[in-house]
């Protein structure tokens, strides 16, 4: 295949860049823009097509990562039916979950990585300005976001039901650190203009919020008209149904790519070390300060943490947020190792209850 040529196709203005392919490679490139089960929705030179991937490269040898939305592949291409896949190319970003979300960890027999999406230049981690609100779910997602390795934005939607938000865009503005943080209301129009930086024609976008923040709305609003169903949220809980059922990929009439993804009630965590330091360096700014090198940052003397958490500087609910993601970072790292202290735990704690009630409660 000659790579020169590759400039004249299309592909290009989904995000394609011809140095991606590696050398000697046979086959054409296509983006992935949906996936159903088995079957793959693509656009390549010739158009948008379908594909499946090719059994004995997916199945067989198992050395390619299957594909998700947004991935770029080189595929064999079938004018009369369905092409096939052939190799997935390499990413230069993702976004992961682990396939135990939701699930008690005592109970999972494997956890494997479930990529999500692919591709993408910025994460528009969107959270809307209602009774849904939850800082610690945007503290998720920033961390994701980071690990991703692309740049995160937070997007706070529906400005237009309250008349004050300051107070919710300054609790962002202080655990997102290095982060824009906009408002805005794709009803009126309100704050869409403030997100003119990101919306460059060949970049890629991925939208990430919860069902019901308005994600179909804001893609409605940047293409200038209906191309994505609209569901009304509920009254009780400001929530709604996902209006999105698989990931998709679009390409609005300005250029600019976006991936929406069904609204997600959990997100399991998948290898986000890097994620951590990113979002959280607020806490991690604290470590090596402490008297001990070997500080736990319980009961020992000269605890930066502590002390940080005494004085007010640190937040007692961000140091306890930091904690329960590393714990979930360390079970992806390590189930067998995490389930074992764990059971260790428990034991201790049943342990120490049988003598509570066997000396009739501990005498101070």
Known sequence: MNIKNIEKLKLIDYGFIPTMIPENASGIPARVTAVHKERYELICEYGQTYGRLKTSIYFGEGIESFPTTGDFVLIQYNSSGDSQIIKTLERKSKFARNDFSGHAAGYVKTVKEQVVASNFDYVFIMASLNQDFNLKRIERYLTLAWQSGAIPVVVLTKADLTDDFTEQVRAVENIAAHVGVYAISAKTGYGIEQLSEYLKPRKTIVFLGSSGVGKS??????????????????????????????????????????????????????????????????????????????????????????????????????????????????????????LLDKSKRDKSIAQWSRQYKKNGGFKI
């Open 217 to 338: 709305s804001l893609v409605n609003a940047l293409a200038g008209g209906e191309i994505m169903a609209v569901n009304e949220i509920r009254d009780d809980d400001s929530r709604g149904r996902h209006t999105t059922t698989h990931r998709q990929l679009i390409m609005l009439p300005s250029g600019v790519i976006i991936i929406d993804t069904p609204g997600m009630r959990e997100l399991g965590m998948w290898d986000v070390n890097t994620g951590l330091g990113e979002a959280f360096s607020d806490v991690e700014n604290y470590f090596g300060r402490c008297k001990f090198s070997d500080c736990r940052h319980q009961t020992e003397p000269d605890c930066a943490i502590r002390e940080a958490i005494a004085s007010g500087e640190l937040p007692h609910e961000r140091w306890e947020s930091y904690l329960e993601l590393k714990r979930e970072a360390r079970f992806s790292d390590d189930k067998a190792g995490f």
